[in-house]
């Protein structure tokens, strides 16, 4: 009897993340709003949504100071109202952050978007 072991092709830190398949838990959709965003000491900068999910969203922002990973950030756009959460991850140029909304909030934004 032989075995044989699957083996899952890496992603190469030189392919564009689009090629890669998609393993996020909620499908994101992507948009191109202006809005802006509070940090935790409540300094305010402007900002663009890139995309956004029912989990979160990823914001490109020109702050001189970058935002620390697990910052409490309250973002306002007029289409979508207040978003709030933690940041998640930061790259180059912006952020992605985590919602944290009621079930209410939630299904709204699902039926915005």
């Known amino acids: 009897m032989t075995t ?4 899952f092709p890496r992603r190469d ?3 564009p993340a ?6 996020r838990r909620y499908r994101r959709v992507h948009v191109d709003l202006l809005g802006r ?3 935790a000491d409540k300094q305010e900068f402007s900002c ?4 956004i999910s029912i989990g979160g969203c990823a914001l490109l922002t020109q702050s001189p100071v970058p935002v620390e ?3 409490k950030v309250i973002a306002y756009f007029d289409q979508l109202g207040r978003l709030e959460g933690p940041v998640a991850r930061t790259f180059d140029g912006g952020f992605a952050m985590t919602l944290q909304a009621s079930i ?10």
């Not at 044989?4 to 083996?7: D, I, K, L, V």
């Not at 909030?105 to 978007?113: D, G, H, I, N, V």
């Open 4 to 7: 044989t072991t699957a083996t």
């Open 13 to 15: 830190p030189q392919m």
């Open 18 to 23: 689009r090629l890669v398949a998609d393993r």
């Open 37 to 39: 965003f509070m940090r």
């Open 48 to 51: 663009r949504m890139y995309d």
């Open 69 to 71: 990973q697990g910052e």
């Open 104 to 113: 209410h909030k939630r299904e709204k934004l699902c039926a915005t978007l």
